[in-house]
C-alpha cells in the first residue's frame, strides 16, 4: 500500500477526536511514531517561463493556467524565486511557510512543477532519534 499520513489515516477510522489525542501520543512515546521535518534542497535552476504579457491565449479564450507559461506557472517561477535563499535544505517547509507567509500548499504546488530541480529531505525532527 502506499504511505499516508498518519493523521488522514486515524481521521478515516472514525474514532472520538480525543482517543485519537490519546492513541498518537502513545504511539510517539513508545517511538512507534516519529515527527518529520521535510526539507528541500535546489539542485538546478528552473527554466524562466515567459511573461503573462507574452503568452497567446487560445482561439480568443484566456490562457489556460495548466500550460507551461500559464499564469500559474508564473506563479509559481516567483514563488521559487522568492524562496530561492531558503531551498539549502536547512529550511523545513513549515519554516518556508511562516517566514515567507506563502501557504504551504503553494509551497507543495511548487514542488511538484519542478521534481528535477528540487529535492524532498524528508528527516526525523530535532529531538527525535
Request: charged share 20%; aromatic share 6%.
Amino acid at each position: 500500500s502506499t504511505p499516508r499520513r498518519f493523521g488522514a489515516l486515524l481521521r478515516s477510522q472514525s474514532v472520538p477526536a480525543r482517543r485519537l489525542v490519546q492513541a498518537t501520543v502513545f504511539l510517539w512515546r513508545w517511538r512507534v511514531i516519529q515527527q518529520l521535518t521535510v526539507t528541500v534542497l535546489c539542485v538546478e535552476e528552473p527554466a524562466q517561463p515567459p511573461p503573462a504579457a507574452q503568452l497567446r491565449p487560445r482561439g480568443g479564450g484566456e490562457v489556460v493556467d495548466g500550460e507551461a507559461g500559464g499564469p500559474a506557472a508564473v506563479a509559481r517561477w516567483l514563488l521559487f524565486r522568492q524562496l530561492r535563499p531558503m531551498l539549502n535544505g536547512e529550511h523545513s517547509v513549515e519554516e518556508m511557510a511562516w517566514h515567507e507567509a506563502v501557504p504551504r500548499k503553494a509551497i507543495e504546488e511548487m514542488l511538484e512543477a519542478y521534481p528535477a530541480q528540487l529535492v524532498t529531505l524528508a528527516m526525523p525532527a530535532e529531538g527525535e532519534e
